[in-house]
Antibody
Framework: EVQLVESGGGLVQPGGSLRLSCIAS????????MSWVRQAPGKGLEWVAN????????YYVDSVKDRFIISRDNVKNSLYLQMDSLRDDDTAVYYC?????????WGQGTLVTVSS | DIQMTQSPSSLSASVGDTVTIACRAS??????LNWYQQSAGKAPKLLIY???TLQSGVPSRFSGGGSGTDFTLTITSLQPEDSATYYC?????????FGQGTKLEIK
């Protein structure tokens, strides 16, 4: 059974940092692109970033470029999102999702709240 | 960036009805269009990809159509469990933007 389990969310002040993790199981993690998608409270979905199988290509939405870094560890079957210089509008549930141009499995999400 | 616009924003229908949700892209995306269903408090679920291909395990009463800039998601024989918010997403080029969502209420 495919499972994606996110962790690392929490309350952080504006300008602060957080590192999200997503542990994958039930499939060969190393052959899939992986993505992060977020959802602000009561709002729609926003694609954030994705990363190639070997980590050699990464793409970001403009609003997080130069602040967020997506990475992965194929030995640990883990996906990460390092978030720096956090802003109020980064407040959202962050989902880890399998896939590059479609997302066929999703985690349950981890809530990031940016507030002073 | 490609913008995705869904209509309507919300709709209400009865069990057994047929509903259609529209999604329009700001430029041609061929058939690089996916549909997701998100029930309250849950993660999204992939329903349809490349505009018309039904994801494994999704009931056949869900169907997708369209190409270029205009797409549709049709749900026939509505069931109570279809109450959810539906999102389109293009996969033509990054960023893979989503539509704003269509909330479907089952009366």
């Amino acid at each position: 059974e495919v499972q994606l389990v996110e962790s690392g969310g929490g309350l952080v002040q504006p300008g602060g940092s957080l590192r999200l993790s997503c542990i994958a199981s039930g499939f060969n993690f190393s052959i899939y692109w992986m993505s992060w998608v977020r959802q602000a409270p009561g709002k729609g979905l926003e694609w954030v970033a994705n990363i190639k199988r070997d980590g050699g290509e990464k793409y970001y939405v403009d609003s997080v470029k130069d602040r967020f870094i997506i990475s992965r560890d194929n030995v640990k079957n883990s996906l990460y999102l390092q978030m720096d210089s956090l802003r109020d509008d980064d407040t959202a549930v962050y989902y880890c999702a399998r896939g590059w141009w479609l997302h066929d499995f999703w985690g349950q999400g981890t809530l990031v709240t940016v507030s002073s | 960036d490609i913008q995705m616009t869904q209509s309507p924003s919300s709709l209400s229908a009865s069990v057994g009805d047929t509903v259609t949700i529209a999604c329009r892209a700001s430029q041609s995306i061929s058939t690089f269009l996916n549909w997701y269903q998100q029930s309250a408090g849950k993660a999204p679920k992939l329903l349809i990809y490349v505009a018309t291909t039904l994801q494994s395990g999704v009931p056949s009463r869900f169907s997708g159509g369209g190409s270029g800039t205009d797409f549709t998601l049709t749900i026939t024989s509505l069931q109570p469990e279809d109450s959810a918010t539906y999102y389109c997403q293009h996969s033509h080029s990054t960023p893979y933007t989503f539509g704003q969502g269509t909330k479907l209420e089952i009366k």
